[in-house]
């Protein structure tokens, strides 16, 4: 069973437990946990509910292998009464920062989980305390042995195959004995000729005021995607420290009862945007196993527009919406969700716009600050064409680089992670056309030839990327004006970011590592950081560009008071006692680890909250 469509009218009469705004991973986990409770629960989503059906979901594969422009969104067809921004090329941000964010969401039911790439890495413990150890960004008001159970929970839910002691090599921690439900993904063939370059190098050193030797050690990363169950996982329990023995079955086709989605990882290459077998989790598979669907009711095409309160009690009383007829028309109706409890779960940027547009800018003046994603510096060379190199073979990524996310350097500069990728150069835009250009313009090679050429050369590419982190920042942030708005009328959010010198430090200090790495494999570097890309900067007479890592966070974040955050230690608003604003968005700092799992842990978190509210 899945939960139950409704229309406008049907919900019009109906006074929900709890009203969520959103349906990617963050919203659908709060739907299951509260549902599972017995309260009854409204989802609000701006996008198309399609990809629901097995069809729908078919429908996005054939778009995408259609699209000439293979971009973060280009399974789902534009909607322009809910836009997604894919790197701006639709216009929807309106950037007024010296920087572009340069990232993009997907708002479709399922979330950003529906193009994501499928990494599920805690944060380390040091991260929650940047300011304090770091004298960067902002501390959390919770620490990450708060959170341990909750990740637990949530790598359940999502499924993450993983090796726990790579991760522990990596400065995460683990209860004694805890494995990860499934087992990791095999690295590519690809990781073990670079593994082989890496071995090479040994060592380096980072930092200037306090130097550091950095041991550099490839390992696998956690995934979000079917590989084999692993037979020694204990699942969480009722209780926090709680485990339970029992095999992990994926959900899906590999389940002892199959659905209609959910195979093991074929390694298509081309986990963002869309899995063809559906082996990357997004959030569709959690609402899709809600035990009691019958409480759960779907608006979609429903894009919230108004938050009420009430003026003497700060009280959110309803949420009001416009949902549209089709994706075609700008044809509309009004509505009205109420409930007792009110989720945003929307996304970082779009949760505070929408509280910008109801005029709600916290008690602390917060709401829409300390916005931040991951800045990635990538490189790309060709490897010696006497070597196989196996390119666009395996998971998008599948090893990298985790040695650089602590250490006291980052009282100077930015941790980061580097990862392989097994899809060659497509993310820095170059992946074909330097390649042709070459060929044809300097090689002039054509018909049979050209088409060996194309193929010898671009199964020899290999591009590295570096996630750097971003600390919050007060000048980073989210706002609205009443000049931009959609064809619905709703606001647009305009952008305001910039990536400072801690971060740029690190990225020119990843471009010369890279250098390294790809001396000790005999490639030659093809990089080249065009003047004219949007996110081009120059740092100490060097040009570069970065691309977003889509990890929208830090706009409503959580604190000790009302006066230095937007939500408390459970995600509730300060401000609006039945208000909870969960996802990425509350996060203090991001680290060097995608958000996914750590917002995901966080909902579970807010979840027990919630229903204790309820109850009271």
């Known amino acids: 069973m899945i939960i139950k469509s409704v229309d406008c009218q049907t919900i019009s009469n109906i006074v929900y437990d709890v009203v969520i ?14 549902s599972e409770q017995g309260k009854t629960v409204l989802i609000l989503e701006a996008g198309t509910s399609e990809g629901l059906t097995l069809e729908g979901y078919q429908n996005n594969i054939e778009t995408f292998y259609g699209a000439l422009n293979k971009n973060s969104n280009s399974p789902y067809p534009l909607n322009p009464n809910a836009l997604s921004p894919t790197d701006n090329t639709y216009g929807y941000f309106q950037e007024k ?9 997907t708002r479709i039911v399922g979330g950003t989980t529906r193009h994501w790439e499928g990494k599920t890495i805690r944060m380390l413990p040091e991260d929650f305390k940047l300011r304090t150890n770091y004298g960067h960004g902002l501390d959390w008001p919770i620490s990450y042995d708060d959170l341990m159970p909750y990740y637990r929970k949530a790598e359940y839910e999502i499924g993450v195959a993983g ?6 090599e990596a400065g995460a921690e683990f209860i004694d004995g805890y494995v990860l439900p499934m087992k990791k993904l095999p690295p590519s063939f690809l990781d073990g000729i670079v593994r082989k370059g890496i071995d090479q190098i040994e060592e380096v050193t980072i930092g200037k005021e306090n130097p550091e030797t950095i041991k550099l050690k490839l390992s696998t990363f956690p995934q979000g995607r079917n ?20 095999n992990f079955i994926p959900e899906g086709v590999a389940s002892v009862h199959p659905v209609e989605y959910g195979e093991r990882c074929q390694g298509n290459a081309n986990c963002v945007p869309i899995c063809p077998v559906q082996a990357k989790y997004d959030a569709r598979r959690t609402l899709s196993t809600i035990a009691f669907p019958e409480k759960v009711h779907l608006l ?23 949902q549209y007829k089709n994706i075609s028309s700008s044809e509309y109706t009004v509505g009205t969700a109420r409930g007792r409890l009110f989720v945003l779960a929307a996304n970082a940027v779009e949760n505070a716009k929408l509280m910008l547009a109801s005029n709600l800018p916290s008690t602390s003046g917060m709401m829409g600050c300390n916005l931040m994603d991951h800045p990635y510096l990538l490189s790309w060379a060709l490897l010696p064409t006497t070597k196989i190199a196996g390119t666009l073979r395996g998971p998008q990524v599948t090893s990298g680089l985790s040695t650089f996310r602590k250490g006291d350097f980052r009282k100077e500069q930015c941790a980061f992670a580097m990862s392989i990728h097994n899809d060659g150069w497509g993310w820095s835009g170059t992946g074909a056309t330097d390649i042709l250009q070459d060929a044809v313009d300097k090689k002039h090679k054509y018909g049979a030839e050209l088409r060996n050429e194309l193929i010898t050369r671009i199964s020899q590419q290999l591009l590295l990327d570096f996630m750097c982190e971003l600390p919050a920042n007060s000048s980073n942030r989210v706002t609205v004006d009443p000049q931009y708005k959609d064809q619905l009328g709703n606001y647009r959010p305009v952008i305001h970011y910039n990536v400072p010198d801690y971060c740029k430090k690190t990225m020119a200090y990843a471009r010369k590592l890279s250098l390294q790495i790809f001396e000790s494999l005999g490639a030659k570097d093809y990089s080249h950081y065009d003047k004219s890309d949007p996110a081009y900067f120059e740092y100490e007479n060097e040009g570069y560009f970065f691309r977003g890592g889509n990890h929208f966070a830090g706009t409503h974040v959580m604190g000790t008071t009302k006066n230095n955050s937007v939500v408390d230690r459970n995600l509730r608003s300060w401000d609006h006692e039945n208000l909870y604003l969960v996802g990425g968005g509350s996060m203090p700092s991001i680290g060097s680890s995608n958000t996914t799992l750590t917002l995901a842990a966080l909902s579970f978190l807010a979840s027990e909250q919630m229903l204790r509210d309820l109850k009271a």
């Open 97 to 105: 920062g010296v920087l572009p964010l340069s990232g993009s969401y």
């Open 300 to 322: 979609s095409q429903a894009v919230a527009t108004q938050v009420d309160i009430n003026p003497e009690n700060g009280r959110v009383t309803a949420i009001n919406y416009k």
């Open 227 to 246: 590989s084999i169950p692993h037979p020694d996982y204990q699942r969480p329990g009722y209780t926090d420290d709680q485990l339970i023995k029992d």
């Open 163 to 168: 090796d726990t002691e790579e991760q522990k």
């Open 21 to 34: 705004v959103g349906s990617g991973v963050a919203g659908a986990i709060v739907a299951k946990q509260l």
